[in-house]
């Protein structure tokens, strides 16, 4: 079975620019959660998207926004980039019905705001 | 406001010994805690994970016990072993959907 995939692997925008990730899921995951990693701070929750709905959504401002599709695809897109938001972002699947399952992460987007 | 915590942000071990990671907790809604091992470049991988009823959970050299009075989880590895160096991190969720709260990680050397 694929694992988690996520595109760009890295990227490198500007300040005020908007960028898109992807993500795409294990087969038959219909769970996706997105993560940004930054150092001293680990992991932190942005937001998971369960048969294209938002469920869940972390303390993150509304520049960082995200969709599902109905191939259970997820994409996370921020706007107006500021150079704080230079990251690892990371994705993880899985199947989303219980909150104890497993989640498999992709090996990440690196993103550099200059 | 951090609400898993891991104070060590690095620890080194000699193959062979036990290497145990340690992390803190503060919201008493947790109900599952979790272990993830992370090498660089890659994305973080499930190692083991314990559910609140539990006090102690095993699979081979990996044990992870939790302290609910005082909020305290540990993961032990034993014996250590140098392909086991990485970062790992812990992680609790509650009731509910799968919104997961990490720690910052800590970073592990098995020294050969």
């Known amino acids: 079975k694929a694992g988690v995939t996520q595109t760009p692997r890295y990227l490198i925008k500007t300040r005020g620019q908007q960028v898109t990730l992807s993500c795409s899921p294990i087969?038959?995951?219909?769970?996706v959660s997105w993560y940004q990693q930054t150092p001293g701070q680990g992991l932190q929750f942005l937001f998971e998207?369960?048969?294209?709905?938002?469920?869940n959504k972390g303390n993150f401002p509304g520049r960082f926004s995200g969709r599902q599709f109905s191939n259970s695809r997820s994409e996370m897109n921020v706007s107006t980039l500021e150079l704080g938001d230079s990251a690892l972002y990371l994705c993880?699947?899985?199947?989303?019905?219980?909150?104890?399952?497993?989640?498999?992460f992709g090996p990440g987007t690196r993103l550099l705001v200059l | 406001d951090q609400q898993v915590k891991q104070n060590s942000p690095s620890l080194s071990v000699q193959e062979g010994r036990i290497s145990i990671l340690n992390c803190d907790y503060t919201?008493?809604?947790?109900?599952?805690f979790l272990w993830y091992k992370k090498y660089p470049a890659e994305g973080p991988t499930f190692l083991i994970s314990i559910s609140s009823i539990k006090d102690k959970n095993e699979d081979g050299r990996f044990t992870v016990f939790l302290n609910k009075s005082a909020k305290h989880l540990s993961l032990h590895i034993v014996p250590s072993q140098p392909g086991d160096s990485a970062v790992y991190f812990c992680?609790?969720?509650?009731?509910?959907?799968?919104?997961?709260?990490f720690g910052t990680g800590t970073k592990l050397q098995v020294i050969p």
């Open positions: 087969s038959g995951h219909r769970s």
């Open positions: 992680a609790a969720l509650s009731g509910g959907y799968q919104k997961v709260t």
């Open positions: 919201n008493s809604m947790f109900d599952y």
């Open positions: 993880a699947s899985s199947g989303g019905r219980t909150y104890q399952e497993t989640q498999y």
């Open positions: 998207y369960f048969s294209e709905t938002q469920r």
